[in-house]
C-alpha cells in the first residue's frame, strides 16, 4: 500500500504535467489529441493526384451517407479480431470490435458514415490483406477498389491513412503536421518531385487547399511543422493530404495532429462566427 507521502508525490507529478501530455493521459475534460499517419507506397504522373493512405489512389469514402461496412480478409485463416474506429449517423465517434471470417464478409455493427482505423486487436497476426468496405461485389474477400474505406497489409497491422473527418459537436485544432518522400516507389532521376496538399472540405463543402509544400529529391524531401497559432476546423469537415504533379514514381508519408474539443466549452456567439454546423 502507498504511504500519504507517495500519494502526494503522485498526485504533485499528475497535476504538474504539461498540457499535452495530460490530453494525452485523458485527464482533461472535453479535450482529446488525434494523430493521423499515413502513406501511399507508389504514385506517378499517371495516376496522380492520390490521397495519402496505405490501398492508394483516391480515396471514395467523403461523400458517404451513413451506412453498413463489412470487414474480410484475402486469407481465408484469418480468423482473428479487428478493432474499427469511425463515426456513426449522427456524426460521433465510434469504436466497434468485430471477428474476421477469413474470406467471408463480416458486418461490423453499427451504421457507418466515416472510417478513421482499423486494427488487428488479436493476439495472432494477420496472414491476408484485411479489407473494410461497402458491399457490392466480394471476390475471395476482396471488394472492388472504389468499395473501400479502410485497408490493413500484413506489414503493418492497421490501417494507414492521413485522412479524417471532425467529429459532430466538437472543433478541431490543427496544431502540427509532416510530409516526406519514402523510399518507395522507382525515381527516374535525382531531381523528381511532387507537390503535396493538406486539403480540407467544411460541411456541405467542396476540398480547397489549406496549405501547400513541394518535396524533392536531393533537395526538400521532408517537411514538418507545428503551427503557433491552430487552424481552426469546424464539425464535420473532412481532411486529407493529398500528392499531385509527381514526376517519376515516388512513395510519400504524411502526419497530423489534432486536438478536439467539445462544442460546450465555447460561446454561441464564437461557433456562430465560425460556421460550426447547426449555429
Not at 504539461?18 to 504522373?45: D, H, Q, W
Not at 480468423?79 to 465510434?94: I, K, R, S
Request: glycine share 10%.
Amino acid at each position: 500500500m502507498l504511504g500519504r507521502s507517495s500519494l502526494w508525490v503522485i498526485k504533485k507529478v499528475l497535476t504538474s504535467l504539461p498540457f499535452m501530455l495530460s490530453v494525452a493521459m485523458g485527464r482533461v475534460a472535453g479535450c482529446t489529441l488525434v494523430r493521423k499517419y499515413g502513406t501511399n507506397e507508389e504514385i506517378t504522373s499517371v495516376t496522380d493526384p492520390e490521397d495519402v493512405w496505405d490501398f492508394g489512389g483516391e480515396y471514395q469514402g467523403f461523400n458517404d451517407v451513413a451506412g453498413d461496412l463489412y470487414i474480410s480478409s484475402a486469407d481465408a485463416a484469418d480468423t482473428m479480431e479487428f478493432e474499427v474506429d469511425g463515426l456513426d449517423e449522427l456524426g460521433a465517434v465510434q469504436k466497434k470490435n468485430v471477428v474476421l471470417n477469413g474470406q467471408t464478409p463480416v458486418l461490423i455493427d453499427g451504421s457507418w458514415l466515416r472510417i478513421h482505423y482499423a486494427c488487428n486487436s488479436g493476439s495472432t497476426r494477420t496472414q491476408g490483406l484485411v479489407y473494410v468496405y461497402r458491399l457490392s461485389t466480394v471476390t475471395a474477400g476482396v471488394p472492388l477498389d472504389i468499395d473501400v474505406r479502410s485497408f490493413v497489409k500484413v506489414s503493418a497491422q492497421c490501417s494507414l491513412q492521413a485522412l479524417y473527418t471532425i467529429p459532430a459537436k466538437t472543433i478541431g485544432f490543427l496544431v502540427s503536421g509532416g510530409v516526406g518522400i519514402r523510399g518507395t516507389g522507382t525515381p527516374s532521376s535525382a531531381g523528381d518531385f511532387m507537390n503535396t496538399h493538406l486539403e480540407l472540405k467544411p460541411h456541405g463543402g467542396v476540398f480547397r487547399i489549406g496549405q501547400t509544400v513541394d518535396l524533392q529529391i536531393g533537395s526538400t524531401s521532408i517537411f514538418e511543422t507545428t503551427f503557433d497559432a491552430p487552424t481552426v476546423i469546424t464539425a464535420l469537415t473532412d481532411i486529407k493530404t493529398v500528392a499531385h504533379l509527381v514526376t517519376g514514381s515516388l512513395g510519400i508519408w504524411a502526419v497530423f495532429s489534432i486536438f478536439l474539443i467539445d462544442e460546450k466549452y465555447f460561446s454561441e456567439s464564437y461557433l456562430s462566427s465560425i460556421n460550426q454546423p447547426g449555429y
